[in-house]
């Protein structure tokens, strides 16, 4: 079976956790294509603590085994050990913490400038988009240099409404 490799980075907090978690049991349960059609309530988040170290988690879609590997915010000075085995990155971004996401635009730029990571496609999630504190997309595109972001690798947007 063809396995894809992927870094799920981001912040401390972000919700990297909760999303693979869910992630996990939406496709235990049913296939994902079915889960985006229904947009169930997916109900309580799981309870998480800081990941220290990776955390690992596969799924299966399609014949496809995607193998996401996340690693803590708190590894953020030693990520870049990993992006050697990676084909695709997914950067999170919590959207609701105003203090933090500057700091996670300037990580996000780190990443993208490391020789690695030049050809791997870039998933860009910002997520806690149910949050009372939840910034708009016009707020955060001021805080963050979107602009720069995109200039470092050809953009294709896709905008899909799975709540995590
Ligand atoms: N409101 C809201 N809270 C969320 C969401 N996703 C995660 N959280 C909460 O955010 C906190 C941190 O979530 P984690 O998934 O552990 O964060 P993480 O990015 O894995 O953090 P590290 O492993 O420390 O890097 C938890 O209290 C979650 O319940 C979301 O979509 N909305
Ligand atoms: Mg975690």
Known sequence: MAEVQLLVLG???????????????????????????KRQDLGEAPSTIPTVGVNLVTVTHNRKKYTFRELGGAMGPIWNNYFKDAACLV????????????????????????????EMPVLLIFNKIDSPDCMSMSEISAIIRLRD???????GHHSFGMQF
């Not at 972001?149 to 953009?155: A, F, M, N, Q």
């Open 11 to 37: 912040p401390e907090g972000v919700g990297k956790t909760v999303m693979l978690k869910r992630l996990q049991t939406l496709t235990a349960q049913q296939n994902l294509a079915q889960a985006q059609q």
């Open 149 to 155: 972001v995109s200039s470092k690798r050809e953009t």
């Open 91 to 118: 950067y999170v971004i919590d959207r609701a913490n105003q203090a933090q996401v500057a700091s996670a635009c300037i990580q996000l730029l780190e990443v993208l400038s490391a020789k690695q990571t030049q």
